[in-house]
């Protein structure tokens, strides 16, 4: 995961946390089959899918 602390110069909080966000695609005994970037269309996530069907 990737995270950058950010100032909130105008806030009370102070700061927030900015993260990456991911998809995974785990097998059943957890292993992990695909990770896919959160996007915001759902095409690269469809996409990800049809692969790992064709995998199992």
């Known amino acids: 995961m990737i ?3 950010t100032e909130l110069e105008d806030s009370q909080l102070g700061y927030t946390l900015d993260h ?3 998809f ?3 097998s ?3 292993t ?3 990770k896919v ?3 915001m269309t759902p095409a690269p996530i469809i996409e ?3 692969r790992v069907n064709k995998q199992g």
């Open 32 to 34: 992990l089959i695909e």
């Open 48 to 50: 990800a899918i049809k």
């Open 24 to 26: 995974y695609f785990l």
């Open 20 to 22: 990456s966000s991911y």
């Open 3 to 5: 995270f950058r602390k």
């Open 37 to 39: 970037p959160h996007t």
């Open 28 to 30: 059943p005994d957890g």
